[in-house]
């Protein structure tokens, strides 16, 4: 990458410090394209401009400041095989994880941003005592014997993994999206939809060591790749509920957090989201249910050409190049031992 690009989406006075993180990554190493990423694969998401803006916006333009938490994400990445992993990880494990992760819906805001979802119901007894085991589990560690064993990762890896098909393949489509207000901005963060109908007193404090952890994860690996949750239908003790919760967030997705009661709800989602991407439980037109794969609003559809279905199949996908400057969006992942490789899109070069 070089210092003299042009810098897309950051203001003229912060431009300076954008300029020296760069120089200051690329001294150390962090901006050359990482062993375990294939040759083909695109670096949107891990290296590349939009993604270091974040890192920088999160450390409010302190270059050395976010240089130390790029750093920290790199190495965390390295350590834990995130790239290989990804590759290889279990359709099956990936899927679990979208049934405790906010996922996205396939929908987008009025800005272009992808709106995820997440009802807290479903993070019952049964799912955190899932999540706890993987928790408890050694991480995975890549081998080269040529041998493909089927991963067993701790669950810091999966729910990396789980968000780096956010950054490598859903910001980087609707990115791709020419139907938005500045579509020469790239799309970096998301929107997320949280219900909260039926949380309890019992079940957030069940909730503490997830909010830990993946708030560090998210903080740490994923900075700024949220730009504001709505916590829909809370109920009247939430401010109870909230006291609890709020220790265990971290202190710049807290301040992103928007509250709403019940009469709130829609009226207030209107003013950021189209009635055909505000779910039918809150009012609108679309017809979520919790755990789905991404329904594809029509733009998108046609963007991927995908005419016999508007879902995404499940497990990670991923962009790469082809031979003729394409991007080609891939399903990959592994089922049975037997990885996956299969072409679902391919898209010119935007922009």
């Given amino acids: 990458m070089s210092v003299s690009q042009p810098i897309i989406g950051i203001s003229p006075e912060h431009e300076a410090s954008f300029k020296l993180f760069i120089q ?27 993604t270091l803006l974040r890192f920088l916006v999160a450390r409010q333009f302190d270059p050395d400041r976010a240089l130390k938490q790029f750093q920290e994400a790199c190495e965390f990445r390295q350590e834990k095989d995130i790239l290989r992993l990804y590759d290889l990880v279990d359709i099956a494990d990936f899927e679990q994880a979208r049934q405790i992760y906010p996922h996205w819906t396939g929908r987008r805001d009025k800005k272009g941003l992808p709106i995820c979802m997440l009802d807290l119901e479903r993070l019952d007894k049964d799912a955190l005592a899932r999540w706890d085991t993987t928790r408890k589990s050694n991480r995975w560690v890549y081998s080269q014997s040529g041998k493909i064993e089927a991963p067993n990762p701790d669950m810091l890896q999966l729910a990396s993994v789980y968000h780096d098909n956010l950054i490598r393949f859903i910001l980087p489509l609707c990115s791709m999206m020419t139907d938005r207000p500045n579509p020469s901005l790239p799309v970096t963060n998301s929107i997320y939809v949280v219900d909260a109908s039926n949380l ?104 991927l050409d995908s005419n016999s279905s508007k879902s995404l199949p499940p497990g990670p996908l991923k962009w790469i190049q082809d031979s003729d400057g394409r991007r080609v969006a891939l399903a990959v992942g592994s089922k049975a031992g037997s990885e996956r490789n299969d072409k679902i899109a391919t898209v010119d070069c935007i922009g």
């Fill in 24 to 50: 200051s990554s690329q001294e150390k190493g962090l901006l050359s394209r990482p062993d375990s990423l294939e040759s083909r694969d695109l670096c949107d998401g891990l290296s590349d401009p939009p």
């Fill in 200 to 303: 309890s007193l019992k079940q957030a404090w069940k909730l503490r060591f997830f909010a830990q952890e993946i708030s560090w994860l998210l903080s740490t690996c994923y900075p700024e790749t949220i730009q504001r949750v709505f916590v829909c239908n809370a109920p009247s003790y939430y401010s109870t509920v909230w006291k609890y919760l709020k220790s265990w967030v971290d202190p710049y997705t807290a301040e992103k957090i928007v509250v709403l009661l019940k009469s709130e709800v829609l009226p207030t989602l209107r003013e950021y989201i189209d009635d055909a991407n505000i779910p039918t439980k809150f009012g609108g037109e679309f017809p979520f249910t919790h755990g789905m794969l991404p329904d594809l609003d029509d733009s998108i559809q046609q963007l």
